[in-house]
């Protein structure tokens, strides 16, 4: 709005016009300009935006905050790399920023790739088997869980693909979330139940009472929901709400 304004004030010094209210200074300070109200766009949402946009992340990173729920199936960072043997096996979490594909002598396709951590970042060579099976996967935005053999060279490092997963796809297998808070935030409880309400699915819940003084956990049940669906909002939602991810296993 603010935009067609400042345009079609432009549009009208151009030709000379003057608006009649901008004559008496009394009547007239500025038009004010009504906006409309609008869902917040989601966190996943405005990040996509920046990208498109601004061809980089420019408020946060779509793997800050879940980076750590995925340690059940990652068991390296990129930044760690460079440190292991040739040949070594690993499990990687991690996003393709850009992708260049090629046609083999056989005619097949595969692909190179850049993926990103938080850390650091790493080329992807995936072959034309493998490249048939995850092309979808690495064409798309989400974060990836990247089974591979890290190759050390002359130069820098590189990882061979063997299989390629989406990590949405894992936390939705995920057959219990297990929530620890301690009694400071009981009294938000209300909130945290409205987040889960709002993500209806078969994962249950568990509920841990931190109570720090006499060294005890104790457990809480909620009447509803009876289970949610653990998909990357959810979890996101729940990181930012309870501001550690310490907080939240994945059972």
């Known amino acids: 709005r603010f935009i067609e304004?400042?345009?079609?004030?432009?549009?009208?010094?151009e030709v000379g016009q003057v608006s009649l209210f901008a004559l008496n200074e009394e009547v007239h300070e500025q038009e004010k300009v009504k906006l409309e109200k609008v869902t917040p766009w989601r966190r996943a949402e405005?990040?996509?935006?920046?990208?498109?946009?601004?061809?980089?992340?420019?408020?946060?990173h779509p793997l800050k905050g879940i980076e750590d729920l995925a340690k059940n199936w990652t068991s390296h960072k990129i930044s760690?790399?460079?440190?292991?043997?040739?040949?070594?096996?690993?499990?990687v979490l991690g996003m393709v920023t850009s992708l260049r594909e090629i046609i083999t002598k056989k005619g097949t396709r595969m692909a190179f790739c850049q993926l990103e951590d938080?850390?650091?970042?790493?080329?992807?060579?995936?072959?034309?088997?493998?490249?048939a099976e995850a092309e979808m996967m690495l064409k798309s935005e989400g974060a990836l869980l990247i089974k591979a053999n890290y190759e050390k060279g002359e130069g820098?490092?590189?990882?061979?693909?063997?299989?390629?997963?989406?990590?949405?796809?894992?936390?939705l297998k995920t057959k219990k979330i297990q929530l620890s808070f301690k009694p400071d935030m009981y009294d938000k409880m209300?909130?945290?139940k409205e987040i889960l309400i709002k993500n209806p699915g078969n994962t249950q819940l568990q509920?841990?009472?931190?109570?720090?003084?006499?060294?005890?956990?104790?457990?809480?049940?909620?009447?509803?929901?009876?289970?949610?669906?653990?998909?990357?909002?959810?979890?996101?939602?729940?990181?930012?709400?309870?501001?550690?991810?310490?907080s939240i296993r994945l059972l």
Not at 46 to 60: I, Q
Not at 216 to 231: C, F, S
């Open 5 to 13: 304004r400042a345009d079609q004030a432009k549009k009208d010094q």
């Open 46 to 60: 405005r990040l996509a935006y920046e990208k498109n946009v601004l061809g980089f992340y420019l408020s946060d």
């Open 80 to 91: 760690e790399l460079e440190e292991l043997d040739n040949k070594t096996a690993v499990n």
């Open 118 to 131: 938080l850390t650091g970042m790493i080329e992807l060579v995936i072959f034309p088997n493998t490249y």
């Open 156 to 171: 820098e490092g590189k990882l061979i693909a063997e299989e390629v997963k989406k990590l949405e796809n894992e936390f």
């Open 190 to 192: 209300s909130l945290i």
């Open 207 to 246: 509920f841990q009472l931190c109570l720090e003084d006499i060294g005890k956990n104790v457990d809480l049940t909620l009447l509803e929901p009876e289970g949610v669906a653990a998909n990357t909002d959810l979890l996101e939602s729940l990181h930012q709400f309870l501001g550690d991810s310490n």
